[in-house]
Every structure is written in C-alpha cells, then in structure tokens.
C-alpha cells in the first residue's frame, strides 16, 4: 500500500526565517505527490503538485518542494516565511484517482 | 468557476439523530470524493463518485453511512444514528477525469454530535 509520512507534527519558526516540512512516501509505482495547506477553520487549498518533469516545483506564493525519487520524498520549502504562513501543511500521494494524506505539520510563524 | 460549496458548514446534532451534507462540486468536475478529518490528522478517504457511480467505499463508511450523487451533480453524505465518534469535519472535493488532476477541496463541514 501506498502511504506518506509527515516527519515533523509542529514546527515554530520565526518570521523571515527558513522552513522546511518534511515528507516522505513509500511506493513502488510512479507517484503524483502533492502539498495542501489548511488555514484555520478552512478547507484545504492546493500548494503545488509534482506529475513528471522537473523535479523541483514551486508555488506562486515563494514554496518549493523537490521530489527526489532516492530518497523518495518530496519535502517543501520556503527561504523567508510570514505570519500569514501559520497553518497545517499535508503532503499528499495520489493512487486510482484518491490522495491519500500525511498526518500534516502545524507551522506556527512567530514575530 | 465558484468552488466547491459545501452546506452546512456547521451541524450539532444529538446523539442517535441523522444528519445530512450536501456538496455541489465545480462544474463539469465528474469526480466528487468525501474525506473526513478529525483534530490533528490528515483528512481519510471515505468514498468517491464519477459521475452518479459510486465507485470506491472506504471501510471507514460504516452502515450507517450512505453517500449519494442521484444526477452525477451534487452530492449528500448522510449519517444515521450519529454517534459522538462521527464528530468530525467532513471534507467533500472535485476533479475532472485523469489521473493526476488537482482534487479542488470545499470549506468542510463540521459536525458535532453532542
């Protein structure tokens, strides 16, 4: 079975500091790996995805995540995070059209 | 393109009563999918529809669960005989039809059995 594994459950970071989330995933099959943040008391909302290609992508709001097939993980990064970053980040897999879910890292952004 | 909606957004019910969500999913969208989400873990896959089949239920959707999509439009999560466990964010999202498509994500759901 296909699964993702969330590292980290709760990071605090400064503002205007660096963060990374880490995931990693177990599959045997070609993947389509995905990030979703969830602001509180909302759905959630598409960060990046990763298909095929490039292995690093990037968000339009300064996150990037790199799929590295080695390792098999797909960890997101941001060089200088705001306030308004605070939320739960998932990293997500996609198997038979379903996204299967990591158990999310709280970011706590702090002035 | 007005997301997926999700109604109600918020549902207290007592124990034992039924209660019902509705998901309206981005048009044209012929996968629909229900989640559910408790504190603190990712969101689980319950079922999901293209177009009005229902093609995959998770083992968490006990009996007392059932989810429909009558025209391959809107969907309804019901949940019969709710019990404090069903207390959760229940989560409905769309997508078109290949593998690899974004799966947009309503607002959820709460439901709070008390």
């Known amino acids: 079975a296909q699964s993702v594994t969330q590292l980290d459950s709760q990071v605090p970071v400064f503002e205007e500091a660096p963060v990374e989330l880490r995931c990693n995933y177990s599959s045997s099959v070609s993947v389509y790996l995905f990030w979703y943040v969830q602001y509180p008391n909302q759905g959630l909302q598409l960060l990046l995805k990763?298909?095929?290609?490039?292995?690093l992508v990037e968000s339009i709001n300064g996150f990037e995540a790199e799929f590295n097939k080695s390792q098999t993980s797909f960890h997101l990064r941001k060089p200088s995070v705001h306030i308004s970053d605070t939320a739960e980040y998932f990293c997500?897999?996609?198997?038979?059209?379903?996204?299967?879910f990591g158990a999310g890292t709280t970011v706590t952004v702090r002035a | 393109d007005t997301g997926v909606s999700q109604n109600p957004r918020h549902k207290i019910t007592k124990r034992g009563q039924n209660v019902t969500f509705r998901c309206d999913p981005i048009s044209e969208h012929n996968r629909l999918y229900w989640y559910r989400q408790t504190l603190g873990q990712g969101p689980e896959f319950l079922t999901y529809?293209?177009?009005?089949?229902?093609?995959?239920k998770s083992r968490l959707l006990s009996d007392r669960f059932s989810a429909e999509r009558p025209k391959g439009s809107f969907s309804t999560l019901e949940i019969q005989r709710t019990e404090q466990g069903d207390s959760a964010m229940y989560l409905c999202?769309?997508?078109?039809?290949?593998?690899?498509?974004?799966?947009?994500f309503g607002e959820g759901s709460w439901l709070t059995v008390v």
């Open positions: 990763y298909l095929s290609g490039s292995t």
């Open positions: 997500a897999v996609i198997l038979d059209y379903k996204l299967s």
């Open positions: 999202a769309s997508s078109l039809e290949a593998r690899g498509n974004t799966i947009y």
């Open positions: 529809f293209q177009n009005e089949a229902q093609l995959e």
